[in-house]
Nanobody, 123 residues
C-alpha cells in the first residue's frame, strides 16, 4: 500500500487550504484514516480522524475550522482547513489503517503513513 499526500503550500493567516491523500494498493479496504501534523521542535499530533463509516474526531485546536472527509471508493481522505493560523504551520501526514486479514486474525491491520506535505501559514 502506498500513501501519498498532496495539497500543501504557503497560505496567509485566515486563508484556506485543502489536503488530499490517497492510499492505493489495498485489497481488503481501509479502516480508520487520519491526519497528523508535526511542527518544528514538537511531537507529531493527531489533527483529525475518520472511520470507514464516516465518524469523525478532531483535535480541540482545529474544531470548527478543519473538516475531514473521505471517499472510500477512491481510498482517499481529505482535510479542508479554513481560518488558518500561524500555529497550524507543520508537516501534515496522512495515516491509513489498512485491513490485511489472515486466517488466524481476520481483523488484522497494518499502519501506513505518507511522506508528509508541508503547510506554511504566514502571519
Amino acid at each position: 500500500v502506498q500513501v501519498v499526500e498532496s495539497g500543501g503550500g504557503l497560505v496567509q493567516a485566515g486563508g484556506s487550504l485543502k489536503l488530499s491523500c490517497v492510499a492505493s494498493g489495498s485489497s481488503f479496504g481501509i479502516d480508520t484514516m487520519s491526519w497528523y501534523r508535526q511542527a518544528p521542535g514538537k511531537q507529531r499530533e493527531l489533527v483529525a480522524s475518520i472511520s470507514s463509516v464516516g465518524s469523525a474526531n478532531y483535535a480541540d485546536s482545529v474544531k470548527g475550522r478543519f473538516t475531514i472527509s473521505r471517499d472510500n471508493a477512491k481510498s482517499s481522505v481529505y482535510l479542508q482547513m479554513n481560518s488558518l493560523k500561524f500555529e497550524d504551520t507543520a508537516v501534515y501526514y496522512c495515516y491509513a489503517r489498512v485491513l490485511v486479514p489472515t486466517i488466524e486474525r481476520p481483523r488484522n491491520t497494518v499502519d501506513e503513513w505518507g511522506q508528509g506535505t508541508l503547510v506554511t501559514v504566514s502571519s
